[in-house]
């Protein structure tokens, strides 16, 4: 630390009570300020200065008193001064002087973190002490005087005289330490009840030998006169005694007074954040709580005014929300006091503790009056402020608003440790208002799911870690008759079907103990007259704030006419498919009838399209498509003259290219019926070819459909293996023989990998 604070803020309040007392002609707050201190730093007794805050205030007393010598005579008023204390108390509450030298080690510390103090006993009326500096701290003459004044002053408060000190060395004489042989002289009450002592001994002495010295006559007489004499003594002793104790007793007394004050003000001070953490918890309202706070803060400290002021929901204006001391007419027209959030140039304090999250302590408002704008000056004077504290409020790096204070009827000094209780007490100020505004709003998102689960259509339940219902909406009593009141702390159970049961508890069990979500269970509650009410269920783990699982919480919505609805449907599609395949039967028996040579070749190539199709892992809706395109690829044969179609002879060009227009004429028949589109689609390119060699349009490779690549091969090996009017049945194997040849070359090589090892591996027959 470049320069660290090293000095307590009680020594620079001893000068201030020395200057006072001996010199009232200066202004001490003037010094301070010439001084670069302000009041508020040496009133707080937790405020620490620098060497360099030191040395300046030093050199601007010197010379505003012209006395060189002051330091010593401050430290000489320190042990008398109320701004030791406690220290001094507690030095008072030894019974001599040399243990109250011996404890400075432990006392000096709360007044220098400069030195290190070190106490040596020399004798009865003698202790030696150094004071050994910290590394890199530099000590000036004057601290070196001033400790020696305080050493010099402790003596007093038991003597009434100043100690007499020897400075065998000192740390500006080029030595590591310096040291201090510090001698006091006893007090007389000491010193007359030795002689007490004394007396007593003598005449203890004295009346031994009586009978030896003197005749019996005189006995009497010599008692009588050594008892008085050691009465005289002993009185005297405790008279003098009596005044010292009477001294120190006064002494402690201010001292004690001023703790009990302090003890006061921190026990205040604790009820204080006690009160308004009991308070958050009990008060939901914002507005309410605020007050109550600020009611708390004027009761328990001591301060003549305060306000708190928040931000708006626009984030514009910081407005005034809760206060005390100000005047009524004021806070009616409390519009009037708020600042704009949004304006950059404001240099006013109240928006650089809102902008900065930083608080702030101004001790006189004149020095920062040149930052107000013409509104702010009127505030001020309007509400007469001469010095304040205001510290932000702020939650989780978000500035909330203000805390203010002020004092203008007290003489209490606003200090440092003021504004660190208050920034203690905006902290919890911060959550207090999250809180409240947390809750606020966890109500209204209960009052919004209360409204949306009582009206809603669908059942919504939660259950405990048991299974047991504990809430249930009025859908439930709606939809299958059971009053909530019958449904409430029952197990779900108790409403399944006996079939469901198992696989509710399984899926309810997982929610539980896995923590999983359940979207897909299907189960039957009975109503309450007996009928059956099918139901998709759901539910999710219910958490508390721990994140442990206290239940589940889920929907249940009636699927039994969407259920029927689907039964209805399916059993429809069923029919309406079995009159296609019936449809597709027919057209193929009728295209097969004009040409009685090549009578089954579909429903062949059918068989083996299905195969080479479920060979390659389709699934069943394609695989049934690619069945019913087969059954009817050769329905635009209808077009093509019988003749043609059962000619033995070879077709002549002009043949051959009206044979090549079935695909087309069979596509054409298809979509005009609104036939299903990849039948369609199989019937127009089932004599494509995946080099483009096929037609009707010479597509190749993957704009093929795939149906149609395994219809291709199927229809040529069928056609080669079966007789034909033009010639007789070639066989199997050359067929087989054929798409090899043309594998991945004129066929699709996937699928007539595929048919071959339906022929070579898996026996198929055609």
């Not at 008398?80 to 510390?109: C, D, H, M, W």
């Not at 010295?213 to 005694?241: D, R």
């Not at 009838?593 to 083996?608: C, E, F, I, N, W």
């Not at 040529?716 to 033009?726: F, G, I, L, N, Q």
Request: charged letters at 25%.
């Amino acid at each position: 630390m470049e320069n660290p604070s090293l000095y307590n803020s009680r020594i620079i309040k001893n000068y201030i009570e020395y200057l006072n007392k001996f010199h009232p002609e200066i202004d001490a707050e003037l010094l301070l300020k010439d001084a670069g201190i302000s009041l508020h730093q040496v009133e707080d007794g937790g405020y620490w200065f620098t060497q360099e805050q030191s040395d300046l205030f030093n050199e601007t007393l010197v010379a505003k008193t012209g006395d060189v010598n002051i330091s010593r005579k401050a430290g000489q008023y320190a042990p008398f001064s109320k701004a030791s204390g406690a220290v001094a108390q507690y030095l008072l509450g030894f019974i001599n002087t040399r243990t109250a030298y011996s404890v400075l080690e432990k006392l000096y510390p709360q007044l220098s973190r400069a030195s290190v103090i070190i106490a040596k006993n020399i004798d009865a009326n003698r202790i030696e002490i150094d004071a050994v500096p910290k590394e890199g701290v530099i000590e000036k003459p004057y601290q070196c005087d001033y400790r020696l004044g305080i050493f010099e002053a402790i003596a007093k408060l038991f003597t009434t005289k100043y100690a007499d000190i020897e400075h065998t060395m000192c740390i500006h004489k080029g030595a590591d330490a310096c040291r201090y042989i510090i001698a006091w002289k006893e007090t007389p009450a000491f010193i007359w009840k030795r002689l007490t002592r004394y007396a007593i001994l003598i005449s203890l002495i004295l009346l031994s030998l009586l009978p030896v010295i003197f005749q019996p006559h005189y006995w009497i007489s010599l008692t009588t006169m050594l008892f008085l004499i050691v009465v005289i003594f002993y009185s005297y002793s405790m008279h003098l005694e009596k005044n010292d104790l009477l001294r120190n007793i006064n002494a402690q007394g201010d001292a004690a007074e001023r703790l009990l004050g302090q003890i006061n003000q921190r026990y205040k001070e604790t009820t204080l954040v006690k009160e308004i953490g009991q308070a958050t918890s009990m008060i939901p309202d914002i507005d309410k709580l605020l007050s109550f706070i600020m009611a708390l803060i004027e009761k328990h400290l001591e301060f003549d005014r305060g306000m708190i002021m928040l931000a708006d929901r626009e984030k514009r204006h910081l407005i005034y929300k809760a206060g005390f001391g100000y005047n009524p007419d004021m806070i009616t027209n409390s519009e009037e006091i708020k600042f704009h959030i949004n304006k950059p140039e404001s240099k006013s304090v109240v928006m650089k503790a809102f902008r900065e999250q930083k608080p702030y302590l101004v001790d006189d408002i004149n020095k920062i009056e040149s930052d107000f704008s013409e509104r702010s000056r009127s505030i001020v004077k309007q509400t007469g402020a001469k010095s304040f504290i205001c510290v932000p409020i702020v939650f989780e790096k978000e500035s909330l608003g203000v805390l203010m204070v002020d004092n203008i009827n007290s003489k209490k000094v606003l200090v440092e440790s003021d504004m660190s209780l208050l920034m203690g007490i905006a902290t919890q100020i911060a959550a207090s208002i999250t809180n409240a505004a947390s809750l606020s709003k966890i109500r209204e998102r209960e009052e919004r799911f209360r409204a949306l689960s009582e009206n809603a259509p669908d059942i919504i339940y939660t259950l405990n870690t048991e299974g047991a219902c504990t809430y249930v909406n009025p859908a439930w009593e709606r939809i299958l008759g059971h009053p909530k009141e019958a449904v409430l702390g029952r197990n779900i159970i108790d409403f399944v079907k006996q079939e469901d049961v198992g696989r509710v508890l399984s899926a309810f069990n997982e929610i539980r103990e896995s923590r999983k979500r359940v979207t897909d269970l299907y189960g039957t509650i009975m109503h309450t007259e007996g009928s059956e009410h099918m139901f998709h269920m759901s539910g999710a783990p219910n958490t508390d704030s721990t994140g442990n699982v206290t239940g589940v919480v889920g929907t249940l919505k009636d699927v039994t006419d969407l259920k029927k609805s689907e039964a209805d449907l399916r059993i429809s599609i069923q029919k309406q498919k079995s009159m296609v395949v019936s449809t597709i039967e027919i057209i193929s028996n009728i295209v097969e009838s004009r040409d009685p040579y090549t009578a089954g070749h579909q429903k062949r190539v059918a068989d083996l399209a299905v195969a080479i199709a479920i060979e390659l892992g389709y699934s069943n809706d394609r695989v049934e498509s690619i069945r019913m395109g087969s059954l009817i690829h050769d329905i635009g044969k209808i077009h093509i003259p019988v003749e043609i179609l059962s000619k033995p002879g070879k077709l002549s060009d002009i043949e051959f290219k009206l044979m090549k227009t079935h695909p087309s004429q069979g596509y054409d028949i298809l979509k005009k019926a609104d036939f299903i589109p990849v039948i369609a689609t199989m019937v127009h390119q089932h004599h494509e070819r995946i080099n483009g060699s096929g037609y009707p349009f010479g597509i190749k490779g993957d704009e093929i459909l795939p149906e149609s690549r395994i219809l291709a091969v199927a229809d040529t090996v069928e056609a080669m293996a079966s007789h034909r009017p033009y010639r007789a049945s070639l066989g199997i194997n050359p067929a087989l023989d054929e798409i090899k040849k043309g594998r991945g070359y004129l066929y699709d090589a996937d699928m007539v990998d595929a048919c071959l090892r339906l022929f070579e591996e898996k026996s198929f027959n055609l």
